[in-house]
Nanobody, 130 residues
Framework: QVQLVESGGGLVQAGGSLRLSCAAS????????MGWFRQAPGKEREFVAA????????TYADSVKGRFTISRHNAKTTVYLQMNSLSPEDTAVYYC???????????????????????WGQGTQVTVSS
């Protein structure tokens, strides 16, 4: 089992920045790809970003590319999402997720398929005002 706890959400004006954190506990952290997803009211949960177990591989949704940066600190078992140039369209509940075990995979391997994530945090609200 992996437990995930997000923090860092809040209210910010358009053009502003936020940094989300996700603390993981429970078992080995370095055998999982870590991802961020978001869900706006009335919409499906969508992929935002993912980072490989090693931290050297990253993938982003087109809508956030160039504005968001995902990173991880394996010793602290924490993954981060730095969000810059926020717009009202980024308003959503943001979820941290840990993938199925990827032992033996490439150090650049990432996952954007929501169905391949086994563990989810409770979510943190991000609201961007115009």
């Amino acid at each position: 089992q992996v437990q995930l706890v997000e923090s860092g959400g809040g209210l910010v004006q358009a053009g502003g920045s936020l940094r989300l954190s996700c603390a993981a506990s429970g078992r080995t952290f370095t055998t999982n790809v870590m991802g961020w997803f978001r869900q706006a009211p009335g919409k499906e949960r969508e992929f935002v970003a993912a980072i490989s177990w090693s931290g050297v591989g990253t993938t982003y949704a087109d809508s956030v590319k160039g504005r968001f940066t995902i990173s991880r600190h394996n010793a602290k078992t924490t993954v981060y999402l730095q969000m810059n140039s926020l717009s009202p369209e980024d308003t959503a509940v943001y979820y941290c997720a840990a993938s199925v075990e990827v032992s033996g995979s490439s150090s650049y391997y990432t996952i954007s398929d929501r169905g391949l994530y086994d563990y989810w945090g409770q979510g943190t609200q991000v609201t961007v005002s115009s």
